[in-house]
């Protein structure tokens, strides 16, 4: 059992550059979300989609787009990339929304702009 | 508004207790939950308080006050493995997590 899977696990971008952070989870969960990790600042989330066919803004979705693709699959678009976007990004997954609200983490994906 | 405070580090040496306190404000709460990192790594789920009390589970308990706006990790017979980050995340009636800034525990010798 995977879990979430994330790739690429590592990236080096130019300023300018686009690329998409892919995300597919095996746990048949509803929900799925991004975050970003930037050091002394925890996790913030980017966008989230509470179930397949609905995405919406977290606290910093400028310069991103998102594509809930299927229930398993969640992807995370970098446009235009900029140097504020080096980052450790995660992706995560819940059963739902409700409760608890238990998220499951990838391991992560560390984009460097350069 | 929404805030989140947590201590940014504690240390503590093996065998030792140690509380990480949080205090929060946040619209439509509804629960509180803690999570840990260690370094490279990505968060887990360790437990999750939806009404006032202890939750216990083995060597971790959190606590919440809802009157309070307040919860803490307690951490009990510390070892070497629990060196990690330690994450405070009140959660909303949407579902919603807020992510503190985190707490480093390091645990010494």
């Known amino acids: 059992n995977a879990g979430v899977t994330q790739t690429p696990k590592f990236q080096v971008l130019k300023t300018g550059q686009s690329m998409t952070l892919q995300c597919a989870q095996d746990?048949?969960?509803?929900?799925m979300y991004w975050y970003r990790q930037d050091p002394g600042m925890g996790l913030r989330l980017i966008y989230y989609?509470?179930?397949?066919?609905?995405?919406d803004k977290g606290e910093v979705p400028n310069g991103y787009n998102v594509s809930r693709l299927n229930k398993r699959e969640f992807s995370l678009r970098l446009e235009s990339a900029a140097p504020s976007q080096t980052s450790v990004y995660f992706c995560?997954?819940?059963?739902?929304?409700?409760?608890?609200?238990?998220?499951?983490f990838g391991a992560g994906s560390r984009l460097t702009v350069l | 508004g929404q805030s989140l405070e947590q201590p940014s580090e504690v240390t503590a040496v093996e065998g030792a207790i140690v509380q990480i306190n949080c205090t929060y404000q946040?619209?439509?709460?509804?629960?509180l939950s803690w999570y840990q990192q260690h370094d490279g790594g990505a968060p887990t789920f360790l437990s999750y308080?939806?009404?006032?009390g202890l939750e216990e589970t083995g060597r971790f308990s959190s606590f919440l006050s809802r009157s309070d706006s307040y919860g803490y990790l307690l951490l009990q017979e510390l070892q070497m493995k629990d060196s990690a980050s330690y994450f405070c995340?009140?959660?909303?009636?949407?579902?919603?997590?807020?992510f503190g800034a985190g707490t480093q525990v390091v645990v010494t010798p």
């Open positions: 995560a997954s819940s059963e739902s929304t409700e409760g608890a609200n238990v998220l499951t």
């Open positions: 746990m048949n969960h509803n929900s």
């Open positions: 989609s509470a179930s397949e066919g609905t995405t």
């Open positions: 946040t619209s439509g709460f509804y629960g």
């Open positions: 308080n939806a009404l006032d």
């Open positions: 995340a009140p959660t909303d009636s949407w579902g919603k997590l807020q």
